[in-house]
């Protein structure tokens, strides 16, 4: 089964067909890929000794405590490895998908090797762009929030002490949050121009900047639906594997969850890896050749004015 890529821009159920159907048709030479990434946290799982809840905690917080470390390998060492692994396997999914999207074919060992050469761009566009958007939320947040937020909250009454105190954290907060997902969706778009376009990492995040100019709200729309899906596909397995494991401890008021068998339910939960890294990456590469095409076209159209 063949792909052939849109020559002309889409609506947004248009761009979300052609992310399932670029995933559908690319699945098949980037499953083992996706298989290769899950295998690798594995192994880190069972390298990392996994924390156990305190006695102490009441049986449905022990139970939410399970669900939240079951996709997850514990430690700040392992996350910054599971964090480098995705990102790795993240580029050969890409240099396979955009071989798919030109009509052509790539092995699974050309995919791995292009992924690891250009390993070192996604490593930098990883750290500048969580920097952009780390900095610029907490940067911008803050001086609305003290200038603003903070304020008004001393300002109300009967808000005093505390209560002001947290209503101005409160707004902090969102002052951050607006601005940090302003840039995160900018750039959302830089790891598929470092495989599309060859582009360094710089390169790719001006690319993104570029892209996503006067079409912000509709990205972030792609994106915020996409992401609802991948979630709910990442959290399907360990929710299941966190119920079973209640069931069999329900009559208990502790949870008796030996480390093989945590370790063991840790590294199905990374099954999901398999099917959510491929669609990951195929939205940002579809979404991605749809802005490039509206670019193109108002490019043309604006040479054809001249």
């Known amino acids: 089964m063949s792909f052939v890529a849109p020559s002309s821009p889409q609506s947004v159920g248009g761009i979300l067909d052609e992310w399932l159907r670029l995933f559908r048709v690319s699945f098949s030479r980037c ?3 996706a298989a290769v990434a899950t295998l690798m946290v594995a192994i880190l799982i069972f390298l990392v000794e996994p924390v156990h809840p305190p006695q102490a905690m009441t049986l449905w917080r022990q139970r939410l405590w399970l669900l939240s470390v079951l996709n997850k390998p514990q430690g700040s060492l392992a996350s910054v490895l599971v964090t480098l692994i995705r990102l790795l396997i993240s580029g ?21 090797t292009t992924g690891l050469s250009r390993f070192p761009r996604m490593l930098a566009g990883f750290v500048l762009c969580a920097i952009a958007a780390v900095g610029t939320g907490t940067a911008v947040g803050t001086l609305v929030a003290v ?18 105190h947290t209503f101005g954290v409160a707004v902090a907060v969102i002052f951050i949050m607006i601005p ?27 690319h993104s900047w570029r892209l996503v100019k006067g079409h912000w709200w ?6 915020f639906v996409s992401a609802v899906i991948i979630f ?3 959290t399907i397995t360990p929710l299941l594997f966190g119920l ?19 370790r063991f339910v840790q590294v199905l939960s990374q099954t999901t890896w398999v099917v959510t890294l491929p669609l990951a990456t195929s939205i940002s590469l579809t979404i991605y050749h749809d802005l490039k095409l ?3 076209g108002a490019d043309l159209a604006a040479r054809e004015e001249l």
Not at 188 to 204: H, K, M, R, V
Not at 248 to 260: C, E, I
């Open 244 to 262: 079973v494991l209640g069931v069999f401890n329900a009559r208990t008021t502790g949870l008796p969850v030996g480390s093989s068998t945590l």
């Open 294 to 296: 509206r670019h193109e």
């Open 147 to 164: 200038s603003v937020g903070l304020g008004a909250a001393f300002a109300l009454h009967p808000l005093s002490g505390g209560a002001a």
């Open 31 to 33: 499953w083992a890929l």
């Open 218 to 223: 509709r990205t972030t729309t792609i994106l």
């Open 180 to 206: 940090a997902m302003y840039m995160f969706v900018r750039l959302a778009l830089w790891q598929s121009a470092i495989f599309a376009e060859g582009d360094s990492a710089t390169g790719a995040i001006g």
């Open 232 to 234: 709910t596909l990442n």
């Open 92 to 112: 050969a999914l890409l240099a396979t998908q955009v071989a798919v999207f030109r009509g052509r074919s790539l092995t699974f060992v050309a995919a791995l």
